[in-house]
């Protein structure tokens, strides 16, 4: 099964993310871009890719070792970019405003946990984001990232208090479903 680790949004911070991803279909509706469904909006703290159903309960234990040796944290969503930057992106997404240094060692010690269980370290550096949405061709694309600069530069606070193992069901056209296996509380 395909997993990842992540931080969920609360609701207002979807809401305002939508908003976002709202002005920029109505200002480019012929764009060619798959945009994030506001259910699936989430904060990617590590990729697994396959993990083997017996391996589960050690992934979960790594995960809640890791979040007890880090209390719940603030961090805010804002500010919105594209990998790569230039003209032809791949991916748009939201940042964080506040509590990157917070959340990037959580991140990376995420990442470190894994590497005893056969998972390989990301060679890329950490870059808090919410993926919201992947261009799949160029056609509209300059409208969306003119209609993307004007979001608000703060999309909402929250306070992190766990993260989540999530596995991820691929359907094809429908796009993917994602199921919690865990959820590990920050501090306890």
């Known amino acids: 099964m395909r997993c990842f680790v992540a931080v969920d949004l609360p609701d207002d911070v979807r809401a305002a993310v939508a908003a976002v991803q709202d002005a920029a279909r109505a200002a480019a509706p012929r764009a060619d871009v798959a945009w994030v469904d506001v259910s699936k909006l989430h904060l990617t703290l590590k990729f697994l890719g396959e993990v083997a159903d017996d391996a589960v309960p050690e992934v979960r234990a790594a995960l809640e070792a890791v979040a007890r040796r880090h209390a719940p944290l603030a961090i805010a969503a804002g500010g919105v970019g594209q990998f790569p930057s230039g003209p032809r992106p791949?991916?748009?997404?939201?940042?964080?405003?506040?509590?990157?240094?917070e959340i990037g060692p959580l991140a990376a010690e995420v990442?470190?946990?894994?590497?005893?269980?056969?998972?390989?370290?990301?060679?890329?550096?950490?870059r808090g984001h919410v993926t919201i949405g992947r261009v799949r061709?160029?056609?509209?694309?300059?409208r969306v990232v003119t209609a993307l600069q004007a979001a608000p530069a703060t999309l909402g606070a929250w306070t992190v208090r766990d993260v989540v193992l999530y596995r991820s069901h691929l359907r094809g056209a429908e796009g993917s479903r994602y199921e919690p296996l865990a959820r590990a509380t920050l501090g306890a």
């Open 90 to 101: 791949r991916v748009l997404w939201v940042g964080l405003t506040e509590g990157l240094r």
């Open 137 to 142: 061709t160029p056609r509209g694309i300059a």
């Open 111 to 126: 990442e470190r946990a894994y590497l005893p269980l056969g998972f390989p370290l990301d060679p890329r550096l950490f």
